[in-house]
Nanobody, 126 residues
Framework: QVQLVESGGGVVQDGKSVTLSCVGS????????MGWFRQAPGKNREFVAS????????YYSDSVEGRSTISRDNGKNTVRLEMNSLKPEDTAVYYC???????????????????WGQGIQVIVSS
C-alpha cells in the first residue's frame, strides 16, 4: 500500500515563500517520478511540477516556472515543492502524486499518476 503525505501548507503572505513536502511510504519511492498538482476552489485540478525518479529532470507549469523548485531526496522518500513570490492565485489545495504512466513528456496529465496524497491547503493572503 502506497501512502503519500503532504505537509508544509498554511496561510502565507503575498510575495512570500512556502515549501511543501511529501513523504512516501510503501513501494520503492525512488523508482518513480513524482508530481505536484493543485486545485483552487471551483477549478479543475492542474499540474504544477514534476520530477523524474533520479531528480535529474524537472518540469513546471507556466504559472509557477521561474519561481518554483521541485526536488527530491530518495534517501528520505521525500519530494518537495518550494514556491517563491507567492500570489493570491496560488491559493489552492496542493497534492503530490506518484507517476506511473508516461503519456506526456512533462507529466502534466493527472491520468498519468496512480497514487495521490490527501492534499494540503495553501492560502496566500494579500
Amino acid at each position: 500500500q502506497v501512502q503519500l503525505v503532504e505537509s508544509g501548507g498554511g496561510v502565507v503572505q503575498d510575495g512570500k515563500s512556502v515549501t511543501l513536502s511529501c513523504v512516501g511510504s510503501g513501494e520503492s519511492f525512488s523508482q518513480y517520478a513524482m508530481g505536484w498538482f493543485r486545485q483552487a476552489p471551483g477549478k479543475n485540478r492542474e499540474f504544477v511540477a514534476s520530477i523524474s525518479w533520479s531528480g535529474n529532470s524537472t518540469y513546471y507549469s507556466d504559472s509557477v516556472e521561474g519561481r518554483s523548485t521541485i526536488s527530491r531526496d530518495n534517501g528520505k522518500n521525500t519530494v518537495r515543492l518550494e514556491m517563491n513570490s507567492l500570489k493570491p492565485e496560488d491559493t489552492a489545495v496542493y497534492y503530490c502524486a506518484r507517476r506511473l504512466f508516461y503519456t506526456s513528456l512533462s507529466g502534466y496529465l493527472a491520468s498519468e499518476y496512480d497514487y495521490w496524497g490527501q492534499g494540503i491547503q495553501v492560502i496566500v493572503s494579500s
